[in-house]
């Protein structure tokens, strides 16, 4: 099954954050994102496997 969201944690207020998945962007991504909760923005490096399997890193900027 192909997840079509994943969740990071925010690296300034620790909540939990999920954001969509654009698997037309390639199978490697990043971008920042604002949290929605404190504004702070992260790093969200995305990596997409063969399978379809997501994994998610985040970072403060």
Known sequence: ???DDAPYICGNCGE???VPIDFSAGPTQQYTEDC????C???L???IG???EVSIES???
Do not use: T, W
């Open 45 to 47: 490096r995305i990596e």
């Open 16 to 18: 939990e954050i999920v």
């Open 1 to 3: 099954m192909i997840q």
């Open 41 to 43: 923005a992260n790093l």
């Open 36 to 39: 929605p909760v404190c504004c």
């Open 59 to 61: 970072a403060l900027e």
């Open 50 to 52: 063969q399978e379809g």
